[in-house]
């Protein structure tokens, strides 16, 4: 008999198992703002210079972006960028940690 048990982390199991999926992007470039908006109606907030490649992008290379994996990534063609939903998920882990440690 053939088991199958995944070896998932917690994050990998919340958007896999669970269906956690990147809804839309938003973008505001005159306040260096990324709004990403999820299906479970949360919204992760990134600057936009925190990648290199978005910071140089256009605003029409901004806004021309593919949702990858059906909402787990997100890829830009012109500006040849692909961030993750894992990484914005790590990115919050981190902000909320480090908040609480200045606490």
Known sequence: M????????????IIFEKGLRI???HFHPDMDMM?????????IKRTISSSTRLSKAT??????YQLIAGGVGIHWPDVDEDLSLKGFLEEEIFKEKESSFSQ
């Open 2 to 13: 053939i088991t199958f048990q995944n070896n998932y982390d917690t994050l990998e199991q």
């Open 23 to 25: 809804k839309a992007v």
């Open 35 to 43: 709004l990403i908006v999820l299906n479970n109606k949360k919204i």
């Open 59 to 64: 605003n029409d290379n901004l806004n021309n």
